[in-house]
């Protein structure tokens, strides 16, 4: 079984900055791939940014040059640090990874997600 985690929501006021953090757990081979989501009310889910095991970064064209995507394979993380954030930036923040298990089975999962309110 495979877990992931976020953490580092929360509120804060526009200009602002937080650090979101995505751990996973549990019978990991190897990640191969990891993203962040975003899902505001009423809107559909976006993908923020993501991120290869070979740190190849991309990212959505509304939070390039403020967000910043990371992981740690050490310690099976990701971060995505969010700079300069706005209203708009609003929404709750999942993680997905595609990994391989310890079985060698490849499956895509989900953390639970984490709200991140932009507002003064």
């Known amino acids: 079984q495979v877990q992931l985690v976020e953490s580092g929501g929360g509120l804060v006021q526009p200009g602002g900055s937080l650090k979101l953090s995505c751990a996973a757990s549990?019978?990991?081979?190897?990640?191969?791939?990891m993203g962040w989501h975003r899902q505001a009310p009423g809107k559909q889910r976006e993908l923020v940014a993501h991120?290869?095991?070979?740190?190849?970064?991309n990212y959505a064209d509304s939070v390039r040059e403020r967000f910043t995507i990371s992981r740690d394979n050490a310690k099976n993380t990701m971060y995505l640090q969010m700079n300069s954030l706005q209203p708009e930036d609003t929404a709750v923040y999942s993680c997905?990874?595609?990994?391989?298990?310890?079985?060698?089975?490849?499956?895509?999962?989900w953390g639970q997600g984490t709200q991140v309110t932009v507002s003064s």
């Open positions: 991120i290869t095991s070979l740190c190849v970064m």
């Open positions: 549990g019978s990991i081979g190897r990640i191969i791939f």
């Open positions: 997905n990874a595609l990994i391989s298990t310890a079985s060698s089975a490849l499956n895509t999962y």
